[in-house]
């Protein structure tokens, strides 16, 4: 089995957003924070990506999104990138690799990826040249207890141990070792992820 990448992101939101489909004036999913791991073939993480993320068209968090996720204002502010720099880091970390979302992070991906080039920035890297595969019909058909869990509880709907890192559910890079947590389970009871799905077939 090839290494892969996990990844998760977290991006703006207000109470209602989500079940508007974010179809609100003015209302983007614009990307507050990446989160993301390479994973060798005994899902050891061998590497990390975290990173938060300036949004420009809601350059203020909504108190939502803080409460929500644990992002401060203060420290998008001092230490958030430029959406450009971040997305580029990302598909640099991604390059050549499967990359899998416990949903379709990877349509938000797309859209931030589109609006930064319609302000004329550039990504290096190509969002097309990884594999990109939401594996959450998968997982829930492999453990079915994990139907309507978000990738943050992953772990806990397994009655696993919390995984040792910093961070709680919405902070991207947690959610990533929750599903690490969730893969690395599966695969000791017989339910590997398929090689078909890790090349995005």
Do not use: K
């Not at 909504?62 to 644990?70: C, K, M, R, V, Y």
Request: proline content about 6%; aromatic content about 8%.
């Amino acid at each position: 089995m090839p290494t892969f990448v996990i990844f998760d992101l977290e991006f703006t939101t207000w109470p209602g957003a989500m079940d508007q489909h974010w179809s609100a004036p003015g209302q983007l999913r614009e990307i507050v924070q990446i989160g993301a791991l390479r994973l060798n073939e005994e899902y050891s993480v061998v590497e990390t990506y975290d990173a938060l993320v300036r949004p420009v068209v809601n350059p203020v968090l909504s108190p939502f999104l803080t409460a929500l996720t644990g992002i401060e204002q203060g420290a998008v502010d001092r230490d958030g990138l430029a959406p450009a720099r971040a997305l580029s880091d990302f598909l640099a970390f991604c390059r050549g690799r499967s990359v899998l979302s416990y949903g379709n992070d990877m349509l938000v991906l797309g859209e931030n990826i589109g609006w930064a080039r319609a302000r004329g920035e550039e990504i290096e890297h190509s969002a097309l040249t990884p594999g990109f595969v939401n594996i959450r019909p998968w997982l829930n058909a492999a453990a079915p207890n994990t139907a309507g869990v978000n990738s943050g509880r992953l772990w806990q709907a397994l009655g696993l141990s919390r995984p040792a890192t910093e961070g709680d559910e919405h902070s991207a890079l947690f959610d990533c070792h929750s599903i690490a947590t969730a893969l690395r389970h599966l695969a000791g009871t017989g339910a590997a992820l398929p090689d078909g799905l890790l090349h995005g077939g």
